[in-house]
C-alpha cells in the first residue's frame, strides 16, 4: 500500500478563497483523523471519523471549516472562506481496530498558505 | 485520552543514549502508552507502544514502571537523523470516544 496520500502537498491561496484539502486513507483502515499542525497551537486534532462517519468535530474551529468521508477511500476538508490564519500544515491519518491500538499513519501532509 | 506530561526539549550528542520520561498519572487501565516520532516537514510516525513492563523493537525501548504512572522512551545510540520531536500518548482508541490527541511533545536536538 502507498500509505496515506495528500493532495495537494502545497497550496497557497488569496484570503476569502475556498480551499479544498484532499486524503485517501490506507485501504481497510476505518478510522481518520485530521489534524492541524502550526507552531503555536502544536498538533491539533480537528474531526475523525470511523467507517466513513464523523464521530468528534469538536476540534473543529470554526464554521468555515467542513470535513466530509464519502466513502471509506476518500475524504475532504475544506475551508470556505479561508483566512490568513489558516496557514498551517493540515494532516490525514488514519488506522484500523484491527491494528495495533493507537497505532496511526500520517500522510506528508497539505502546507496551506494563505495571503 | 489520559493527559500526559514530557519535558520541552533535550539536547544530546552522536552515539548517547537519550532517555525521555512522559507523566501520565490518570491513566486508565485499558490505557495503553504510545510514542511518536516527528521529522520535519513530515508527519509523526509511530515508534513503540506497550501496556506494562519493558517493550523493545529495531528503533527503541519502553519501559514502563508497575503503576504505569510514567514511562521512558530508550533511543540507543542516537545519530544526527534522530533529531526530532518525540510524542508521548495514552489512551484505547478502540473505546467508545476515544480519540488521538497529541501533547505537546518533546524537540529532541542530536549535536555532533
Known amino acids: 500500500d502507498a500509505g496515506v496520500i495528500q493532495s495537494p502537498r502545497h497550496e497557497v491561496t488569496e484570503m476569502g478563497q475556498e480551499v479544498t484539502l484532499r486524503c485517501k486513507p490506507i485501504s481497510g483502515h476505518d478510522y481518520l483523523f485530521w489534524y492541524r499542525q502550526t507552531m503555536m497551537r502544536g498538533l491539533e486534532l480537528l474531526i475523525y471519523f470511523n467507517n466513513n462517519v464523523p464521530i468528534d468535530d469538536s476540534g473543529m474551529p470554526e464554521d468555515r471549516f467542513s470535513a466530509k468521508m464519502p466513502n471509506a477511500s476518500f475524504s475532504t476538508l475544506k475551508i470556505q472562506p479561508s483566512e490568513p490564519r489558516d496557514s498551517a500544515v493540515y494532516f490525514c491519518a488514519s488506522t484500523s481496530t484491527e491494528t495495533v491500538n493507537t497505532e496511526a499513519f500520517f500522510g506528508q501532509g497539505t502546507r496551506l498558505t494563505v495571503v | 485520552l489520559a493527559k500526559t506530561t514530557q519535558p520541552i526539549s533535550m539536547d544530546s550528542y552522536e552515539g548517547q543514549e537519550v532517555n525521555i520520561t512522559c507523566s501520565h498519572n490518570?491513566?486508565?487501565?485499558?490505557?495503553?502508552i504510545t510514542w511518536y516520532q516527528q521529522f520535519p516537514s513530515q508527519g509523526p510516525r509511530f515508534i513503540i507502544q506497550?501496556?506494562?513492563t519493558k517493550v523493545t523493537n529495531e528503533v527503541a525501548s519502553l519501559f514502563i514502571p508497575a503503576d504505569r504512572k510514567s514511562s521512558t522512551l530508550s533511543l540507543p545510540r542516537v545519530s544526527l537523523s534522530d533529531t526530532a520531536v518525540y510524542y508521548c500518548?495514552?489512551?484505547?482508541?478502540?473505546?467508545?470516544?476515544?480519540?488521538?490527541?497529541f501533547g505537546g511533545g518533546t524537540r529532541v536536538l542530536v549535536k555532533p
Open positions: 500518548l495514552v489512551g484505547d482508541l478502540k473505546a467508545a470516544g476515544n480519540k488521538l490527541t
Open positions: 490518570n491513566i486508565a487501565t485499558n490505557d495503553y
Open positions: 506497550g501496556y506494562k
